[in-house]
């Protein structure tokens, strides 16, 4: 297998908005300094917070601190980061996350052909105390980490808090989308502006990959907020009006391809795993059966409240 050339440098972003994340930043910018394969630069972008901002100038001088110059929100400030990044690679970390020593290395040692777009690695959750009991693996995107069930190799799209692509990608796709994804603002916990992306770069270029590297490791912080059932329904259920908004941008085939997969192979394997487990004694399974039904059902109420179109859009097919 051909390999990466040993010139490949990557620049890191990371995106934050609020003061009350300092110490979560400093650890994100901590993982990367720490890397085992240095990174040709950090660049923080603060998304309109002048006193964030200013504090960061101050405490970091080894990274490169800028304010968001675009739409305010996670969209606008990505764009910001690809525009002042001069590596061959740009890698997003999320600013409540720390990277594995590897992470970067995993990063470009996947890049072994010049077709490979992107590369996303392995999101794992922090607890703030523990997994609930009920909370199904199947549904780990809502806090958003890696899922059980997303297979290694290519994938329709990347996961935005842990992903990588070649700068030419953003040339010919443009940047992120500021009409879908979050920002401070919101009341909901609206996401998908990674899965737009992807989806419109492999319209664009149908020839190009994108590559799911298990090895490359983060862990994201899971405040106790994020441990009720009552987030994951609501993050369930904004997910769906996400969907809704990337259905209205690339075309129902596209935007719902790899869910239609979810849904019918590790969702239907997850209720039957629930059911199995209680059946040999552990009482949690049920309820995760149930979590599973519940999450897929406020996805789908997200969805027809978001009032996404049906009609397939006549696009070029994308990897799922």
Not at 34 to 63: C, G, S
Request: net charge neutral; charged share 25%; aromatic share 8%.
């Amino acid at each position: 297998m051909a390999q990466p050339p040993l010139t490949l440098t990557i620049s890191v972003v990371i995106c934050v908005y609020t003061l009350d994340r300092w110490d979560d930043i400093v650890d994100a910018v901590d993982s990367v300094r720490a890397q085992t394969m240095a990174a040709r630069e950090i660049i923080v972008v603060v998304d309109y917070n002048a006193d964030l901002y200013h504090r960061l100038r101050t405490a970091m001088t080894d990274v490169t601190v800028v304010e968001n110059h675009h739409h305010r929100g996670l969209s606008g400030g990505k764009d910001t980061g690809v525009e002042v990044a001069s590596g061959e690679i740009v890698a997003f970390l999320d600013d409540d996350a720390v990277a594995h020593r590897d992470w970067l290395r995993h990063f470009h040692d996947a890049y072994t052909d010049e077709h490979i777009a992107g590369v996303g690695g392995t999101t794992l959750p922090r607890w703030a105390s523990a997994r609930p009991r009920w909370f199904p693996e199947e549904f780990d995107w809502v806090l958003g980490c890696t899922y059980t069930g997303r297979e290694p190799g290519p994938v329709r799209n990347l996961l935005g808090g842990n992903a990588s692509f070649r700068r030419e990608v953003f040339t010919v796709a443009g940047g992120f989308p500021s009409h879908i994804g979050r920002t401070s603002e919101q009341s909901r916990p609206l996401g998908c502006e990674e899965t737009e992306f992807c989806i419109r770069v492999s319209q664009h270029r149908p020839d190009w990959t994108f590559v799911f590297e298990p090895e490359a490791v983060i862990w994201h912080r899971v405040p106790a907020g994020r441990e009720t059932f009552s987030y994951f329904r609501s993050r369930c259920f904004a997910e769906g009006l996400s969907k809704a908004s990337v259905t209205r941008s690339v075309g129902v085939g596209d935007a719902l391809s790899a869910e239609r997969t979810y849904t019918s192979r590790v969702l239907t394997r997850g209720v039957a795993r629930g059911v199995g487990d209680s059946l040999r004694g552990d009482r949690a399974g049920i309820e995760r059966a149930g979590a599973i039904s519940v999450g897929l059902l406020a996805a789908a109420a997200g969805y027809a409240r978001g009032g996404a179109p049906v009609r397939r859009r006549s696009t070029s097919p994308a990897q799922t």
